[in-house]
């Protein structure tokens, strides 16, 4: 990564003595602060001399042993991709300098605190909502098939209004699938143990002790006697239950499988982003002669994508602020369009070395813009000239009538809705003497609503389709000793399953075949969700399945399923085993788990090659806490 001679022919420089008050990428950036590191990656504020502003320097070597550049080349290439995430939980990069042994990766610097010392004074009311940011950067990473490298509390810089942000990018590991997402879930559960209770849960990254901070490390967290973190609530007191619990579930890594999860039960704890967006003149992420534009929309493009999830009690918190988030993302709609990276890219902080790789969408600067062009109300002229007139012609006395009863309609209809809002919320909430929160009365309210729309969609529509386990109908009863014998169909594989149209992933799909193990010690679950699956407002998915592929196809008469009580299923066949919907799967019956397990019996069925069990109703495991977990599925014909 250092300058290289006229000698670099015989011989690769190794990296250079990096010190306060030195300088690098030919005189451009002065050292100013140490701010920690891993193996291979040294992390540093330094000063843009060109540009007189603060950036933040991620020093990328090879691994001790290595020839160079060694798997420097590969953390580059991963954090260079990271270039195509907008999000205001991701500092964003500048700029990546290449070197012969290595390169530098250069963001902006996110003013505020780092890790360590915001955690130094917990504020654990604050803390779910200063995860929503990284979140939001962890779950668009996701989605993009890469990696955020969460794996150290020295990459995370907490901002003046609280929001935590990976300030330091550099993508150590591959970005393979499953395990790099479960990873960066854990980092994400990590940084919310630390701002609950001041201490970090997971072992430092490998290297970590070579490099200094100039604000220490957090302290590591209690473990009890079988080496197990200890529980936020016990550690600090304060810390309120659900808190504890997401950040718990999130390190566990199986409980919580994906960025998405976390990101959903983050927005229906705070509703959306910490923040509403920054003004034009520059965000908190501005870092001097930065302007807050990209960040500014991916937060409010990120602020929309979830809003769909948000719980009842999550809007009612927010109401008094609906009408300026309104506003807000109406506002910003136009400048995300005008701000694309192909439109700034290439700034200041990409020129004057020899050795930068310009980046796609690594732009120096963005500004806010906005197309005022439409902004004034224009009306086409009556008189069909083709003329165009900004005074709007007399209306219509018969459209004026109607428009006034359409008022005067609707109005009758807000206020018959509001006395019966008010008189169902009073009700609910009456008798509980103030001992619950209102936001937990709010949440129960909309729970029972959501459970109560889940259960008509789960329904079935027709005596024939039946419910699965002991309700079965009183024909099936009748006709039982006419039943033919049925024996077990060979599976071959078995995947967890969800439409392309769904929110997250098809979670732990790696633990999909315990099903078929003949095992009924092990198992497959889902992740676990604050509110049940459904279509309303407040489900994050409408379900998840289990997709299972026959050896050969044949007909499937009969599914034993031994579960977690109180699960809702569907089964169904399919043509592929990766179906886009669910509008291309064919239900045929549908089922409840009962005492832990369910047998459901299909009549005259067709011969199938794919069989899916579609879960629609998760069991409750907890206070806003839903899963399923099933051991076995034994499918007959």
Known sequence: MGETTGDSARAVPGPPRLQVGGVVAGGRYELLERHGGVAGQSFWKARDRRLGRPVALTFVDPLPGEEPPGSATGVLDRTVALTAVYSDGLARVLDVIRGRAGGIVVTEWVPGRSLAAAITEPAPDAAVEALWGISDAATRTEDAGLALGLDSPDRVRVTEDGRAVLAFPGVSAEADGGAAARRDVRGLGAVLYALLTGTWPLDLPEGSGAYEHVDGRPGQAPRDDDDEVVDPTEVRPGVSTDSAVLAMRSLDGSAVSSAATVLSMVTDRTGGPVRAAGPASGGPHSGGAHSGGSHASGASNSAASTAGSASAGAVAGGLA????????????????????????????????????????????????????????????????????????????????????????????????????????????????????????????????????????????????????????????????????????????????????SSNGNAENSASAPNVIDGDPSTSWSTDTYRDQFGSGPGAYKPGIGLMFTLEDPGQVREVEIAADADIRFEIRASDSASPSSLDDTTRLRTGTVEDGTATVRIDDADEAEYILVWITRLGSVGPQAYEASISEVELLG
């Open 321 to 500: 602020a609906g009408g300026a988030a309104a506003g807000g993302v109406a506002a910003l709609s136009s400048s995300s369009s005008s701000s694309s990276p192909s439109a700034t890219s290439g700034g200041p902080a990409s020129s004057g070395t020899s050795t930068t790789s310009g980046a796609p969408g690594t732009s120096a600067a963005r500004s806010d813009t906005s197309d005022t062009a439409g902004s004034s109300d224009y009306s086409r002229d009556d008189a069909g000239d083709g003329s165009w007139s900004d005074a709007p012609g007399d209306p219509d006395p018969d459209v004026q009538r109607r428009r006034w009863m359409i008022m005067a309609g609707a109005g009758a209809a807000a206020v018959v809705a509001i006395v019966v809002l008010s008189v169902w919320m009073l009700g609910a909430l009456s008798g509980n003497q103030n001992d619950t929160p209102l936001s937990q009365q709010l949440d129960a309210i909309e729970r029972a609503a959501q459970a109560s729309r889940s259960s008509e969609a789960a329904a079935p529509t027709t005596a024939e389709e039946g419910s699965g386990d002991g309700a079965n109908s009183g024909d099936e009863d009748a006709s039982e000793e006419d039943a033919p014998a049925v024996s077990p169909l060979s599976v071959s594989t078995v995947t967890s399953w969800q439409p392309d």
